[in-house]
């Protein structure tokens, strides 16, 4: 009578067999996974070391200036810049943030900078800080949307995140963008959590109705992550300039993170 672990012929149970069979598929299953996850942990350290790299390299201008006559200083040498990069039209300056970077604007690619350094377009992850076609470059339209990447170490809009904490918000009331000729003086007026829509293409700000609309958004997000400011240097109407610093939020692709600023200040600079 045989056994009921019939053999193989090599003597074997044909369940020991399987058993086997079960574990070198799971060793193999697990192998690949850690393989595929050192690959991505070294691919997010490479990036974010490239990142950082380019922030540190790039002889960044002192934007703590103040000023000290009739104009406004200007730190940035925008003639040098261009040299690089003709598509650099601007710079925008947080402080108390590693934000301190060229923005820029690609006249036939809205995605461009996406993946694209602002210094030299050489491809690069973390991409730049820059604003799309549907903006004038020279901040006159009622808003303008400036979008930067999260997530590599402290570099782009990471530091955007750090407006999540009340004190954070309440202590730093203003950021600055500077052009050729230019200083413009932004007040902070809400930091908040939003979805992924598309804001330009969502609103139609020759609309007053839809200005009205995304003023009243910003003014008061119906968001439970948000910080206000109440108390402004202007009051926010149809004449305002309003500019949206965009970013990820980390494992939730269907939302952003907006920082929202009004123009109280334009200064001509040296």
Known sequence: MKDEKELSNGGEPKEDKKKDKKRAVLLVLAIIVFVCACVYIGFYIYNSTMAQRESEIVTTPDTTAQQSGPLADNPVDFKTLQQGNEDIYAWIKIDGTEIDYPIVQSPNDDDFYLRHSA???????????????????????????????????????????????????????????YMPGRK??????????????????????????????????????????????????????????IVVLSTCITNQENNRYLVCGVLVKDEQTN
């Open 119 to 177: 210094y030299d377009k050489s491809w690069i992850a973390s991409g730049a800080i820059y604003t799309q076609g549907a903006n004038s470059k020279d901040f006159s339209d009622p808003v303008t949307v400036i979008y930067g990447h999260n997530g590599y170490r402290e570099t782009m809009f990471t530091a955007l995140h750090e407006f999540e904490d009340k004190e954070f918000f309440d202590s730093h009331e203003y950021f600055y963008i």
């Open 184 to 241: 413009l003086t932004y007040q902070v007026v809400s930091a908040f959590k939003y979805d992924d829509r598309h804001i330009m293409n969502s609103f139609n700000f020759v609309i007053p109705q839809d200005l009205q609309a995304f003023q009243d958004t910003v003014t008061n997000p119906a968001s439970a992550l948000k910080n206000v400011r109440t108390q402004l240097d202007t009051q926010i109407d149809s004449q305002s300039k």
